[in-house]
T-cell receptor, first 114, second 112 residues
């Protein structure tokens, strides 16, 4: 099992460019989420999905789109990148378990918008 | 807004000493989890404690939960250099505990 795989690991974008951050999991997990991590802020939830075809907004969704056409994949799209989106992005997946859902994280994508 | 807040923000200890960090949260939870993040890496799950549990152990880790005070603590005993990392608490809300809410983390440095 590869777990949660994110690509790319690093990316530099110019303001206004668009790109898609890829996330794939091979654990057949129902839940997938995207977080961004900024210095001193911890992780903040951007978007999440509770299954194929179902997505919803998290705490900081503006400027990002997601879709979930399969159980395995949950891409995050930046339509028009802004310097404020410079951050480290983490994808996570989890499954419903009695008593709580442990999340598995990818290695992150470090994005710089110039 | 973030649900959890860790204290202290940073901690420096000698190898072999114990490290204690605390987490406070705001609303009712289903469970509380602790994660570790090594520099430049993703988060790794350490331990989960349910809202009806008061204490849990896993190897050198001990977690306590006080729901009346809305707080938790993580104790790492006999610390090693490899324990140098950032530690985050994350709360799963009663309504939808797959939406984890993270604190800003405690950075632990273990000196050899």
């Amino acid at each position: 099992n590869a777990g949660v795989t994110q690509t790319p690991k690093f990316q530099v974008l110019k303001t206004g460019q668009s790109m898609t951050l890829q996330c794939a999991q091979d654990m057949n997990h129902e839940y997938m989420s995207w977080y961004r991590q900024d210095p001193g802020m911890g992780l903040r939830l951007i978007h999440y999905s509770v299954g194929a075809g179902i997505t919803d907004q998290g705490e900081v969704p503006n400027g990002y789109n997601v879709s979930r056409s399969t159980t395995e994949d949950f891409p995050l799209r930046l339509l028009s990148a802004a310097p404020s989106q410079t951050s480290v992005y983490f994808c996570a997946s989890s499954n419903d378990r009695q008593g709580g859902t442990e999340a598995f994280f990818g290695q992150g994508t470090r994005l710089t918008v110039v | 807004s973030q649900q959890g807040e860790e204290d202290p923000q940073a901690l420096s200890i000698q190898e072999g000493e114990n490290a204690t960090m605390n987490c406070s949260y705001k609303t009712s939870i289903n469970n509380l989890q602790w994660y570790r993040q090594n520099s430049g890496r993703g988060l790794v799950h350490l331990i989960l404690i349910r809202s009806n549990e008061r204490e849990k152990h896993s190897g050198r880790l001990r977690v306590t939960l006080d729901t009346s005070k809305k707080s938790s603590s993580l104790l790492i005993t006999a610390s090693r250099a490899a324990d140098t990392a950032s530690y985050f608490c994350a709360t799963g809300l009663r309504s939808n505990d797959y939406k984890l809410s993270f604190g800003a983390g405690t950075t632990v440095t273990v000196r050899a």
